[in-house]
């Protein structure tokens, strides 16, 4: 358990490093791609990625969590 540990927080460090610093680069970068869509009168529209809210990365980050904490009670083995 020990060597698990040490990888999981090692992995952890670098995240907290990394992250902040490559965040704001990839909201950059994705705020330079365009992408169509379909308007509501059936038009093709070439809009840009609107990106400065982290709230969509944290609704999927709770969303895994659920999954997570739903997925651990199913396979979670039952005492006698």
């Known amino acids: ?25 990839l909201v950059a970068v994705m705020q330079d791609i365009p992408y169509q869509t379909i308007g509501a009168n059936g038009q093709t529209i070439v809009k840009l990625f609107d990106a400065g809210s982290y709230s969509t990365s944290f609704f999927l980050a709770a969303i895994m969590c659920f999954i997570a904490v739903f997925l651990v009670s199913r396979l979670k083995t039952k005492s006698r």
């Open 1 to 25: 358990i020990g060597g698990n540990y040490g990888l999981m927080f090692t992995a952890y460090g670098a995240g907290g490093l990394v992250g902040p610093w490559l965040a704001p680069k």
